[in-house]
């Protein structure tokens, strides 16, 4: 299977939102409102601050997507790339589509000093996300996530 990881672009904005509300409804058993997702993909594409999407294809059909936001490490002095967003159609996981868009995502690290790693959050209770991060080498050890949310 040939996959082809690139950035993604304002046309693919559908798709990815229609991937973030399989993935809430698979993954918290979370029904989101279609058009706050539609709202909140298109945001990021009016606004590049806010993250970037990737995806990838697989003969022309987007099989795969993740958003890059950026947090500021004054510790690093460096940006750390947050993935967040990450969905595979489930035909396709377990065919190495996340490895190579992680890998992609850790060449663009490493080729800009300015970026000092990556990180991502889950649900605790998904353990095949947890199996796959861990294959990366990604540690889920060092951190655990807080949070209030409104």
């Not at 000093?113 to 199996?131: C, P, Q």
Request: charged content about 25%.
């Amino acid at each position: 299977m040939e996959t082809k990881i690139r950035y993604a672009t304002i046309e693919d904005w559908q798709i990815i939102a229609r991937f973030q509300v399989l993935m809430a409804e698979e993954t918290e058993n979370l029904i989101l409102k279609k058009d706050i997702s539609e709202n909140g993909v298109k945001a990021v594409f009016k606004n590049p601050q806010l993250g970037r999407y990737y995806v990838a294809e697989n003969d022309g059909k987007i099989i795969a997507c993740l958003l890059t936001t950026f947090e500021w490490s004054d510790w690093r002095y460096a940006t750390v790339w947050w993935l967040q967003s990450v969905y595979v159609l489930p035909e396709y996981r377990k065919t190495g589509v996340f490895r190579e868009m992680y890998l992609h995502i850790k060449n663009l690290v490493l080729s800009n000093e300015n970026v000092g790693g990556i990180r991502l959050y889950m649900i605790t209770s998904n353990d095949r996300a947890r199996k796959a991060y861990q294959a990366m080498g990604m540690d889920g050890e060092h951190y655990q996530l807080f949070e209030w949310m409104k």
